[in-house]
């Protein structure tokens, strides 16, 4: 199975300033013939389900804010909140889908300072 | 709008058993593979099971294979998680989730509110 670690498990970061994520595979999720790394971001907040973000690493889902990008290629992955308002409290959880079974980074927690 | 509602969860003694039942709206349920995943109380995320979107090809996750089957009905739009032998270690919340592509891409862009399961004697 691919693990896949997240860091920080935590961060507060003023409201207005950039978050940053990270996410690392214990191998490559990039598919070369179709150039797609199989890497999915999600949002939880308390007492909700995970919500879809960002897909193939830096697609954003639909009605999702433009405050939200993932980059990243490979084993490392990066999800970026540019200014991070005070809805954006939750817990973010990267995942793999390029080979079976799909998993998921242990989440980070991400608070208002 | 995708709709996804989760049911069927409970307490359950060790040893047990329980079905889950997903139903779902606001997309063509017969175009789409559904999964299963579930979250153990303060956990994170753990995938559970997958079925293909006309049920021919079903993978469960080593930890509930053998104890647990996925099953759809098209007709009725509804997903289903047969569990068996369930064990203290299965508490958690089970969500239902849409598979994001029609090919199967094993991400997941729509989830339930979650059903809540407890093993517990």
């Known amino acids: 199975d691919i693990v896949m670690t997240q860091s920080p498990d935590s961060l507060a970061v003023s409201l207005g300033e950039r978050a940053t994520i990270n996410c690392k595979s214990s191998?490559?999720?990039?598919?070369?013939?179709?150039?797609?790394?199989?890497l999915a971001w999600y949002q939880q907040k308390p007492g909700q389900p995970p919500k879809l973000l960002i897909y193939w690493a830096s697609n954003r889902e639909s009605g999702v804010p433009d405050r939200f990008s993932g980059s990243g290629s490979g084993t490392d992955f990066t999800l970026t909140i540019s200014s991070l308002q005070a809805e954006d409290v939750a817990v973010y959880y990267c995942?793999?889908?390029?080979?079976?079974?799909?998993?998921f980074g242990g989440g980070t927690k991400v608070e208002i300072k | 709008q995708v709709h996804l509602v989760e049911s069927g969860g409970g307490v359950v003694q060790p040893g047990r058993s329980l079905r889950l039942s997903c139903t779902a709206s606001?997309?063509?349920?017969?175009?789409?593979?559904m999964h299963w995943v579930r979250q153990a109380p303060g956990k994170g995320l753990e995938w559970v099971a997958v079925?293909?979107?006309?049920?021919?090809?079903?993978y469960h996750a080593d930890s509930v294979k053998g104890r647990f089957t996925i099953s759809r009905d098209n007709s009725k739009n509804t997903l289903y998680l047969q569990m068996d032998s369930l064990r203290p270690d299965d508490t958690a919340v089970y969500y239902c989730?849409?598979?994001?592509?029609?090919?199967?891409?094993?991400?997941?862009?729509?989830w339930g509110q979650g059903t809540l399961v407890i093993v517990s004697s």
């Open positions: 989730a849409k598979d994001g592509e029609r090919y199967r891409a094993d991400y997941f862009d729509s």
């Open positions: 995942q793999q889908c390029y080979s079976s079974p799909p998993t």
């Open positions: 079925l293909a979107h006309d049920g021919t090809n079903k």
């Open positions: 191998q490559s999720v990039l598919y070369s013939a179709k150039n797609k790394n199989y």
């Open positions: 606001g997309f063509i349920f017969s175009s789409y593979a």
